[in-house]
């Protein structure tokens, strides 16, 4: 094993976007483990967009990360060392490893054992793990789309967003995105089944607002607001009476240094005359149902009737590259950044039971229902 560890340290807060000097990549000595720690080889980080937050110094629903300390991040990791009874050498776990080439932890529910006979470890970190939970119960607990109705989902290509628009699909809604530029429009038209989609870049709220009408003539039932700011406003004045609007992510207000910064229209004339209602969600509220959704996903994915996507970088020196090429839109599928192979021949993990549970012979669906109570 390596004696060093290549880290990804985060080195000051943004003023306003996040520009690559936030980063410093350094080389430590890892160090002895204590008493029921373990140490694990990290083999895939996720960029996530929610990571932008974590640089602000303000209110989160999560802990922000502070100047000196390693970039926060989530990703799969296979256990290499370990003086913790409960976590076996082998098993692989997905939890917040961050920005570096191996992770030491002690609390074993910290970063959780999967198994990757439901699905792969590239899926884990996409369509079917916190991404594609978080786009199923924000649809089915808040949006609660029927058949024929529209539903529009901003960021509509990102993992959250193109899986939210696949289960609407799949429940006889009409599924519309938006999407950065003209070439993504006929990207997620074509790769996530979308029924249409419209570009927002350089174009207005006014001349947004006039694109989206266009292609949602019977009006927005249900807005899964994956970016807030001048999108969301753009959105308002296309909702119908008794829409509904689920909350989900901030990603058109990550060039703010502070999200008070956000200025716009406010939006109680609407909510108030079309009876909209509005809620936000945090995946994190949903730990103990998450199985369930995962479940039900992995068999989607294993069918073909939810397709995920993954954009792979090698190598921890690319990863600053990686998460600014997620930020700038340039990535083409979940933007993951590879930094060692899982040895799948000491994973102790039952993969047959994870391959049993998504099986055609098994009450998946049952399953899903009683763990996600319900849904
Ligand atoms: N609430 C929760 O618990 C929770 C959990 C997970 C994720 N989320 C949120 O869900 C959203 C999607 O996350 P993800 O991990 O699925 O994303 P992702 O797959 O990494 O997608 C990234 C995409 O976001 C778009 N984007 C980047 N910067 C943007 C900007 N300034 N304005 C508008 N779009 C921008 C880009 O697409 P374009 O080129 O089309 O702009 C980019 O390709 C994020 O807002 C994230 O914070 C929330």
Redesign the pocket.
């Known amino acids: 094993m390596s004696q060093f560890n290549n880290v990804v340290r985060f080195i000051k807060r943004p003023d306003g ?1 996040p520009t690559p000097d936030v980063f410093r990549i350094e080389k430590e000595r890892i160090r002895q483990l204590k008493p029921g720690e373990y140490l694990m080889r990290n083999a895939y980080l ?5 990571l ?2 974590r640089m602000r110094d303000e209110d989160n ?1 999560v802990e922000k990360v502070n100047p000196g300390e390693v970039m926060q991040a989530y990703g799969i990791a296979q256990v290499i060392e370990s003086n913790n009874p409960n976590v076996k050498v082998g098993s692989v776990r997905l939890g917040r490893i961050d920005m570096q080439q191996y992770s030491i932890f002690s609390d074993e529910e910290a970063c959780k054992e999967i198994n990757l006979g439901l699905a792969s470890a590239c899926s884990y970190l ?1 369509a079917m793990g ?2 594609g939970s ?2 199923y119960f ?1 649809l089915k607990e808040i949006c609660q789309p029927k058949a024929g109705e529209t539903v529009l989902v ?10 939210a628009a696949q289960i609407a699909k799949n429940m006889g809604c009409k599924t519309v995105g ?4 003209e070439e ?1 429009t006929k990207d ?1 038209i074509r790769d996530y089944g979308f029924d249409a989609a419209v ?3 350089g174009k207005s709220i006014e001349e947004l607002t006039q694109d989206i009408k266009k292609v949602c003539p019977q009006g927005v039932d249900v807005y899964f607001d ?4 001048d ?1 969301s406003e753009a959105v308002l004045d296309t909702l119908n009476e008794n829409a509904r609007v689920a ?9 703010l240094a502070d999200t008070k910064q956000d200025k716009g229209r406010r939006d109680h004339n609407i909510m108030l005359t079309k009876r909209v209602k509005k809620q ?6 949903y730990q103990d149902r998450l199985r369930g959704a995962m479940i039900m996903l992995a068999r989607w994915i294993k069918e073909g009737s939810v397709k995920g996507k993954e954009d792979i970088m090698h190598g921890i020196e690319q990863t600053p590259d990686a998460f600014f090429r ?6 083409q ?3 993951l950044v590879k930094l060692a192979d899982i040895d799948a021949s000491v994973d102790p993990t039952p993969r047959w039971l994870g391959r049993l549970l998504i099986s055609k012979w098994f009450p998946t669906e049952k399953l899903a229902k009683k763990i996600t109570g319900g849904i």
């Open positions: 976007k996720s960029m996530d967009p929610a932008v937050g629903y996409g916190v991404n978080t786009a924000a901003s960021a509509g290509g990102s993992a959250v967003g193109s899986v938006i999407v950065s530029t993504k997620i570009s927002y870049r994956n970016t807030s700011g999108i909350v989900v992510g901030r990603l058109g207000i990550s060039h936000g969600l945090v995946i994190l509220d997620m930020l700038a839109g340039q990535n599928g979940k933007q």
